[in-house]
């Protein structure tokens, strides 16, 4: 494993919660196998493509690693909800990340299309479509096999994730969808997705990346129980939500 140099940002606006700054430890990785990678998960590193990061702010510490048991995970009402509406309408195919013209112009489209629709109703910055497309070509560099899982919607592309398959488990990368089927919540049929496809496969464990209290678009996560997140010791101990008050 090879990180080379971990530098530090300055503190900038914090993207999860509008009151705080946010500073960021970033390394590149020249190259990285997915168990080297799981590892680093333990220790709050989070990556897109070869390029790592993790919260390092001064005055907050509400990024929380956060993961998802397979075998205990019970869906609730409304996910079961999700999974009957969802499961002949949105149809999954999985690819490999590569540089395919034909991938990187459908994910580059829905991630514009996504960042737009957010733009507009919960004011992200705005992007254009050279971001989009330098977003995407920049996922194709990855250190080792990432996947793309493609959600169909008839004949059309309409939401796709990236996804880490790991030697415990699943690790959500980031998912876009178009704003056409934003009624059907394709991010909680993705996620439902990754658990059943974690389970058809053996694995332990669905990796959700950061939770973050009190941030808007982070509040799903918690909703799949139960659920670990990363002690500050760097074990995985139960999420609150699981414990009955």
């Not at 909800?81 to 002949?88: K, M, P, Q, S």
């Not at 560099?141 to 959600?151: G, I, R, S």
Request: hydrophobic residues 40%; proline residues 8%.
């Amino acid at each position: 494993m090879n990180l080379g140099p971990i530098l530090k940002t300055p503190p900038h606006p914090c993207g999860y919660l509008a009151s705080e700054l946010a500073t960021l430890e970033q390394a590149y990785a020249a190259d990285l196998s997915s168990a080297e990678y799981r590892a680093l998960l333990d220790a709050r590193w989070r990556r897109f493509g070869r390029g790592l990061f993790r919260p390092v702010c001064a005055s907050c510490s509400k990024c929380i690693p956060i993961r998802i048991p397979v075998d205990t995970f019970q869906p609730n009402r409304s996910q079961k909800r999700n999974a009957r509406n969802n499961r002949h309408r949105l149809q999954l195919k999985i690819e490999t990340v590569s540089s395919d013209p034909a991938q990187l112009r459908t994910v580059t489209t829905l991630h514009f299309l996504f960042h737009g629709m957010q733009q507009e109703q919960k004011q992200w910055r705005e992007v254009d479509p050279w971001d989009s497309a330098g977003f995407v070509h920049e996922m194709t560099d990855q250190p080792f096999a990432v996947e793309l899982w493609y959600y169909w919607y008839g004949d059309q592309v309409v939401a796709a994730g990236y996804v880490d398959p790991l030697p415990d488990g699943l690790s959500a990368i980031y998912f876009v969808h178009h704003p056409r089927v934003r009624d059907f919540a394709p991010g909680i049929w993705n996620v439902l997705c990754m658990l059943e496809g974690a389970r058809l496969r053996g694995l332990s464990y669905l990796y959700l990346g950061y939770w973050v209290k009190g941030s808007d678009s982070m509040a799903y996560k918690a909703g799949f129980l139960p659920a670990e997140i990363l002690s500050p010791e760097g074990v995985w101990v139960p999420h609150p939500a699981n414990i009955p008050i």
